[in-house]
């Protein structure tokens, strides 16, 4: 096993995040202008605005607090709300994998595994830069698999049982009943604006 000299510490990388935060602030500040503008009730521009304003300094926070650290005894993945620390002896295998969105585009992910092939923790490869992770797998010196080229998260669930979410091999059904949420909501508040205004 190849051993880490000093602390390998991998972090997210911050001026791609930044640009990704700058584009959602301008696009919630449009959604928000174009809510008041219309003939949209001033309770939507409040909801959305109020999404956004807690989702970007979330984001932010994030994108400041994630880290990954390696050193010769363990392995430290930290993000916002979360800090988990595993012993190095117990990472048996990592698992690479680019896993495509329903609406096309893929994100990377690795999965840390041990000796029975149960999920440690899985580092979400989309706030990382690529070589970063890859030198990672590099140092941890440990088996990596994966398939060959991006594959939906119900195809690497065939392969790789238990390491993808239902939620997230079934992204269909989540956006049906979120949607679903939404209108019910939308209908209630349409329903007391008009109570309100006879």
Do not use: N
Request: proline fraction near 6%.
């Amino acid at each position: 096993m190849a051993e880490v000299q000093d602390e390998l510490v991998i972090r997210p990388d911050f001026r791609a995040g930044l640009i990704v935060l700058v584009v959602i602030a301008v696009a919630a500040a449009g959604i928000v202008a174009a809510i008041v503008i219309g003939d949209a009730p001033a309770v939507f521009a409040l909801i959305v605005g109020g999404l956004f304003a807690v989702m970007i300094p979330l984001a932010i926070g994030a994108l400041l607090s994630a880290r990954i650290s390696l050193t010769a005894h363990e392995l430290v993945v930290q993000g916002l709300f979360y800090r988990k620390r595993l012993p190095r002896s117990r990472i048996a295998e990592v698992v690479r994998a680019s896993i495509t969105a329903p609406r096309g585009g893929a994100g990377m992910s690795l999965f840390v595994l041990d000796a029975q092939r149960a999920l440690l923790v899985r580092v979400q490869g989309s706030l990382y830069p690529r070589e970063d992770l890859s030198r990672l797998v590099d140092v941890l010196d440990v088996p990596c698999s994966g398939p060959d080229g991006p594959v939906s998260a119900k195809e690497f669930a065939k392969t790789y049982p238990g390491l993808v979410s239902w939620i997230e091999q079934h992204p269909y059904r989540l956006a049906f009943v979120i949607a679903g949420f939404l209108c019910a909501a939308v209908a209630a508040v349409a329903l007391v604006s008009i109570a309100t205004t006879s």
